[in-house]
Nanobody, 121 residues
Framework: QVRLVESGGGLVQPGGSLRLSCAAS????????MDWYRQAPGKRRELVAL???????NYLDSVKGRFTISRDNAKNTVYLQMNSLKPEDTAVYYC???????????????WGQGTQVTVSS
């Protein structure tokens, strides 16, 4: 019913930039918080950045000042601008959103398929 599709991952050198996008589609009445998680090999998935429906933002300490999350409610899309990338940012990045599919429903949790970000020289 609801699908999240990420794009924008890839290979970048240390110090470089990437912009991730995640577009939600399907039976959407409204979207609450949208966020980005990442999971590196052998590590637990961690919350990188979150943006609420009223545009409040929160960040993982290690990405503060380098990453910026934003959203376009008209397009049901969330972005993650990543600057000054470091090798330790290498991971699969996942988009997540809390979505209402109708006025009477509860929020459901939806995930994208993940996009690989590799920071290496």
């Amino acid at each position: 019913q609801v699908r999240l599709v990420e794009s924008g991952g890839g290979l970048v050198q240390p110090g470089g930039s990437l912009r991730l996008s995640c577009a939600a589609s399907g039976s959407i009445f409204s979207i609450g918080a949208m966020d980005w998680y990442r999971q590196a090999p052998g590590k637990r998935r961690e919350l990188v950045a979150l943006i609420t429906s009223d545009f409040s933002e929160n960040y993982l300490d290690s990405v503060k000042g380098r990453f910026t999350i934003s959203r376009d409610n008209a397009k049901n899309t969330v972005y993650l601008q990543m600057n000054s990338l470091k090798p330790e940012d290498t991971a699969v990045y996942y988009c997540h959103a809390q979505v209402l599919i109708s006025r009477t429903a509860n929020y459901g949790d939806y995930w994208g398929q993940g996009t690989q970000v590799t920071v290496s020289s």
